[in-house]
């Protein structure tokens, strides 16, 4: 009921959040300001000290790396958050094992977060998902300090965030993170180029700079014609382009987004996932998406971590989540999945590592074989769309007799899209030996489906007669 009620008021929330946000980032660094001086000591003081540099900020922080050599973008230990005024009573009392609703009780303090810990990679996007509640925002805003952790470090690439003072804090922030919002935050009054502008604005780009980065950012979403365009005459759908594209164009290695499609019609809902995917698939950006929508979460993230009352209670990948839930509380939040939406290639689907772009030819071709110890690779045009399939022989050949990849390419291959049910995939992996490309409606590639999916996806428990 309470959760109801306040999924009801997200206005309100939005808003708060938009603003907070905006705020830190205008905030000016204080060489930006120009008040007003009444001591000379402080004349020199305000002539001298400048924002640091982002790379004085990180000279000699050195990115962790996991195992596979995949750089931590964000690292995050032993996070805790407790609303309230005595937040130090309660850490000892989560020690003991109180739960939040006792500690509530007992001492008037919410637990926000307690004890979270997890590593997101480069180029991955990282799911918070939860039910309404479960302190999902509360651990991005943790993240990107518009929260203050009560305990616990966040590191961005190396970097303590958390122990960061006023000005590098923003320095980091404008230059490595961007969010996107349900409610989307555009202004009003601004066009959708000049919204989309803003941020490059707020780093002191120049107009006709900014303007031109605008227009990259506007392009990707898919929002050309409406540049000139205010936010009241466009879809709920088109505004979340906009919101999306103001966030791209900064150029952020990080992007924060706290349910940005949770409020679009299913339809259009699905068009911007697949929006992000494409974009991520391009951009490689590290991504932290919260839901609370468990087909969305196994829709766009590499990995998921499955939060209860301020704890996360699993990390995993789809299969992980899907198969092997780690308690009672994850089973039940599984059960009430939808099996045939779950069982859809865009779940299945793994990133393309394996592709090669038409102008890099067929040398380069058989080289990315060879690393990915493959004998075929996917080739795409300069908009990520599907061109055809290259074979090692073929591609071998090719350098032997100077000939092009579209001279020795299969143009004839069977794609799907994200929605397509797994059973149809599988028909398709056994009739092609090859990995099955999900793509867009404009053909773009979006991922692959290898036959070791298949067996996923039989394991988690389709019933494919249909
Ligand atoms: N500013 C705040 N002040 C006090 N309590 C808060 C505040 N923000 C969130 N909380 C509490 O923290 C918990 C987690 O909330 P939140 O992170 O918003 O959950 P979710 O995003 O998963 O719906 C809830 O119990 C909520 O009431
Ligand atoms: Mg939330």
Redesign the pocket.
């Known amino acids: 009921m309470l959760s109801e009620l306040?999924n009801k008021r997200p206005l309100k929330n939005a808003d708060d959040k938009i603003h907070e946000w905006l705020m830190a980032q205008m905030a000016p660094i204080v060489s930006d300001i120009k008040r007003p001086i009444r001591y000379a000591t402080e004349k020199i003081r305000l002539k001298t000290d400048r924002a640091p540099l982002l790379e004085e900020i990180f000279e000699g922080v050195e990115c962790p790396v996991d195992e596979e050599g995949n750089r931590i973008i964000i690292r995050v230990r032993e996070v805790s958050k407790i609303?309230g005024k005595s937040p130090e009573v309660v850490i000892p009392l989560l020690e003991k094992g109180m739960s939040k609703g006792e500690i509530l009780k007992t001492t008037g303090n919410?637990v926000?977060l307690y004890d979270i810990n997890f590593d997101v990679k480069e180029g991955e996007i990282f799911v918070l998902m939860?039910?309404?509640?479960?302190?999902?925002?509360?651990?991005e805003r943790c993240l990107n300090r518009l929260f203050e952790p009560t305990t616990g470090t966040v590191l961005i690439e190396g970097l303590d965030f958390t122990a960061l003072k006023t000005d590098p804090l923003r320095v980091v922030r404008r230059n490595k993170m961007s969010m996107v919002f349900q409610n989307f935050g555009l202004l009003p009054h601004r066009d959708v180029k000049n919204n989309v502008a803003y941020g490059l604005e707020m780093k002191g780009m120049d107009e006709t700079a900014r303007l031109q980065k605008a227009q990259v950012a506007i392009e990707m979403v898919g929002l050309v014609g409406y540049e000139n365009s205010k936010p009241a005459s466009l879809s709920g759908g088109m505004k979340q382009r906009v919101g999306l594209a103001r966030a791209l164009a900064t150029d952020p290695g990080i992007l924060f987004m706290d349910e940005a499609f949770s409020a679009l019609d299913p339809l259009i809902r699905r068009d911007m996932q697949d929006e992000l995917l494409k974009i991520q698939a391009e951009l490689g950006k590290t991504i932290v998406f919260?839901t609370?929508d468990l087909d969305e979460a196994l829709k766009l993230g590499d990995r998921i971590a499955l939060?209860k009352d301020?704890k996360i209670v699993q990390i995993g990948d789809a299969e992980d989540i899907l198969q092997r839930p780690a308690d009672e509380y994850v089973s039940r939040f599984v059960e009430d999945v939808d099996r045939t939406k779950i069982l859809t290639a865009g779940v299945f689907m793994k990133k393309p590592h394996d592709v090669v772009y038409m102008t890099q030819g067929p040398r380069t071709a058989l080289k990315l074989m060879e690393e990915n110890d493959s004998t075929m690779i996917f080739a795409l045009d300069k908009k990520r769309r599907l061109q055809g399939l290259v074979e090692a022989d073929d591609a071998l050949r090719a350098v032997r007799n100077s000939m092009k990849l579209n001279e020795v390419m299969i143009t004839d291959i069977p794609t799907v899209y994200t929605d397509t049910q797994m059973s149809d995939v599988i028909q398709l992996l056994v009739t092609n030996n090859f990995p099955i490309p999900v793509v867009d409606d404009d053909n773009v590639l979006l991922g692959v489906v290898r036959p070791a999916a298949a067996v996923e996806a039989l394991n988690v428990g389709g019933d494919f007669n249909g």
């Not at 939860?130 to 651990?139: R, V």
């Open positions: 306040r609303f919410t926000g939860g039910l309404s509640g479960s302190g999902k925002s509360t651990l919260v609370h939060m301020g």
